[in-house]
């Protein structure tokens, strides 16, 4: 009977509304750590941003399918800062404004202090 | 006792319904977030190359230096890791429930290894592969039963292939396979034994061993300008302290740096990134227990995981000795592991609880053949090569041959 239960179970998890806003966060730690190497400061920008920056949850427009405020778009900002290249990386610096410069979408998800 | 199971059941069966409408046809892997990343960093070829050089030093030239004179020894390894990460999708179906349509998803993973070997006197020729294939994608428990049986023969056949095909990393969306393949030859001096070999992802693999001390050594090479040593062990394997060895065990301490990360992309071109641990166990205690923890230098420093384990006496030894018929085994590990504050995965860390049961018994009537099935959770070793593999439950099968 559990293992019906189990196997009937559904594996996909609702992302939560906040979500693209953190992702930008973790990009921009990600691809600090890629282009140095150092986890600590890695760490150390995401806490910023999180301190810094006030996420914002956009109302996502299911009907449209591929236009406007659709997930994709909303992940954006992260994909863009994902794609730096490590001089961008290097003189961006500790300066996340302009890390959150990378894409027009990261308006729509974190907010400036 | 029996209506709440029944609407147990009748709530997961409309759940199950409504997702399947999420088909996978009308669903895509949403890029840029820590998820799809870590779904790419999880396939890669790095990856399979070290699951091929740690297959060849762990299991088959173990096996290699107990066949002794003309022999022929045949090794298949399979891993099966659920829920490595977790790849946010939008599904563009209509009917897809509103709050599934901007979902994450599974992504498991299979590696699979081979090894065979030719042995004549002292000198043997082997070949080693690896392969790691993952999709993310099913909606429901159910509907990954058959790719839990696919993705074994997919695996296999990446293998099959990966003497003609070399190494490859193929992706597509979320899906994609990793293989990586290794050819070499083995010499045994007694006093020491020394293997070389040619990757297919160019690179030169080399190791040593000795067993009256237990040295040993192996790095992988490319010589291609600023690859460097991508991989590389050394230190002491299963030292023994003489007659007291049975009451006190066997001491092992090495080193080991691992590439933790693989750049995906050209475009966006970022340094090698390395995990460097230290690791130090005492095994065979009383000929049943095992004690071990190890460090981590790099990326941060600080104590990567400790364990103790209860096993058969003779768990790790390999004879190949035809008088002597081989029982079966049984190993039962449990032990912490701390994973460091990791955002640049989407992971805050934490310790973790890490198990592992693992039995080995012999095929038929051989002495020689065994096969062996472990459950494996957080093991160390996989989230030393995936991180992001936290509470990632994994089922690992190998079966050895000696002819």
Redo the contacts between chains.
Sequence with gaps: MILLVFAACVTLRPIEADVPCREAGYAISRRTFECTGDGALANRRYEAFARQYTCISPAIEYDTGYYANTPADLYHCAFAIGELACSLVTTYGDDLDRWLDSSPMCALVAAPP | MITP?LM??TG??A??L??EE?TNQGT?A?????GY?NGLEALRVQAATYGASAFAERSLFPAVRARQGFGFVAIYELNQAYNVA?V?T?S?EEECP?????????LDLTAANIGVALRYARVSAFYSAGSIYGTAG?????T??PISIISPLVAGAALGLSGVAGSRHVVNGTSAIAIDAMGGATVDLTIIQLRAAWAASQGLFLSAGQDRVGLFGNALVKPTEGAGVPQAEAGARRVRWGDVSDTIGRTSVWGRKLPL?E?L?T???????DLITGHFEQTDIGRRYDVGVTLSKE??LGVYEGHAAVHSPGYYEVSHDEAESKPSYFLVRAGMVRM???????LSGGTYIQARVEGSFPLGESTDSQATVGLLFNDAELLALYPFAVNALAWRMSVRGVF
């Design positions: 199971m147990l059941m997961a069966l759940g199950v409504d997702v999420c895509y949403i890029a840029g977030g820590a990343h977790r946010p939008w563009t509103d709050e599934y349509r901007f979902a994450t998803r599974p099913e909606t429901t428990q159910i990954r039963v990360a750049t992309s475009a966006a071109a970022g340094e090698p990134i990326p941060e460091p504050t990791q955002w640049y995965y989407g």
